[in-house]
DNA sequence: CGTCTATTTGAATGTACTCAAAAGCGGTGG
DNA sequence: CCACCGCTTTTGAGTACATTCAAATAGACG
């Protein structure tokens, strides 16, 4: 069971279980790997599943009718990730979810979780603290999206996430951050004169 | 108690509450009236209250240091409104949340609902489902936010929120669309014309 | 009726996009 | 180990969508 420690530490930090309850828990999971390009979630699918990423990381996206792809999340470990429409409606899957990179992750299905919740009511308590931090960082992200320029998005990305420059390619970035990748290529290249 | 019934069956389409649980919450409830202009929430107060409105419309915005305004939501009669980041963290918050019209809500403290789960853990499912439910609604929000013309934002606000437009003045409505007021009136006369 | 606020209109400007092409980079096979 | 191929990033010119600024018009409220 010692490879399920981490994600039983990312629930800690919320809810405190006993080991019985921790056993449940991972009664309820199963571990994935997925490669490089690999798609864990595809539109017209329904998604089966939330992961936690023990290692690795995820791209969540849009492709829009003219082909452009829209980036919602980047997601690395210790993150968890889904279509979460998708999840939670049980209705078929509008997004993309790709590894960007080789991965492992710790799958609960949307049955396991309604499950789950009948045994030990404290996962509620956790999956909402979870959800609500999410929508608050949503929120704030929307935020940034109508009210900053391309740039200010850019630097606040930077300060925010700095590992991700390396980790993920600049047009994934450039599609996170709602701009081209010439635009963004610009950008960089005018600061790094300046 | 009779006044509580539009809220108790809001909560009842997601969980099923018994009349004692029913006359529980209800305890920790209050109700006020806001005119017209009032604020409800303001930046630096740390936000106490989630509101349900029983009537009434209000308008969640940040004001940016250049004085621009940028709303974050508008809320009519069956919703549930605040600013979440401040509530939720329990630190000072940087919206308004102001009073369009006249309107009578429905409070629940963040104190009371920390107690409310402790009496009656069933409504942690409700917060969790109702956050699902926004969380989803942002992504949605934001996605078009980046991906789609301000025309075709406006034109999905028409489609979805048809009553809004005689509820909201026409600047709020630019705010919330992420486009200044002379964009969006420029949108509705062509579209008049054409 | 007058004042204040909201909406409309127009011209000039700017931010970011499209299209096109070159340059850089990395992996793979000969 | 180098050469080639495909994919990513850069560069530039032209364009479009949306903004700013300024002013006029229309509406709402006391």
Redesign the pocket.
Request: hydrophobic share 20%.
């Given at each position: 069971m010692d490879e399920f420690e981490p994600v039983i530490k990312n629930i800690s930090r919320f809810i405190d279980l006993t080991e019985e309850e921790k056993e449940i828990f991972i009664s309820h999971l199963r571990m994935i790997t997925v490669k490089k390009k690999q798609f864990v979630v595809q539109p017209d699918f329904v998604c089966q599943y939330r992961s936690y990423i023990l290692s690795g990381a995820l791209q969540t996206y849009l492709v829009c009718p003219n082909r452009?792809e829209h980036t919602i999340a980047l997601s690395i470990e210790d993150w968890w990730t889904s279509d979460f429409a998708s999840y939670i409606n049980q209705e078929p899957a509008t997004l993309f979810v790709e590894a960007t990179e080789d991965s492992i992750l710790i799958q609960l299905s949307y049955k396991d979780e309604q499950e789950l919740y009948k045994q030990v009511p404290k996962f509620e308590r956790f999956f909402r603290i979870q959800v609500e931090r999410s929508a608050i960082a949503i929120q704030k992200r929307m935020l940034w999206s109508i009210s900053k320029?391309?740039?200010e998005r850019y630097d606040e990305f930077v300060k925010r996430y700095p590992t991700f420059l390396q980790r993920f390619?600049?047009?994934v970035i450039a599609s996170y951050l709602?701009?081209?990748?010439?635009?963004?290529?610009?950008i960089?290249?005018q600061k790094a004169k300046g």
């Open positions: 452009q320029t391309a740039e390619p600049q047009y709602g701009m081209t990748t010439q635009f963004l290529s610009k960089r290249n």
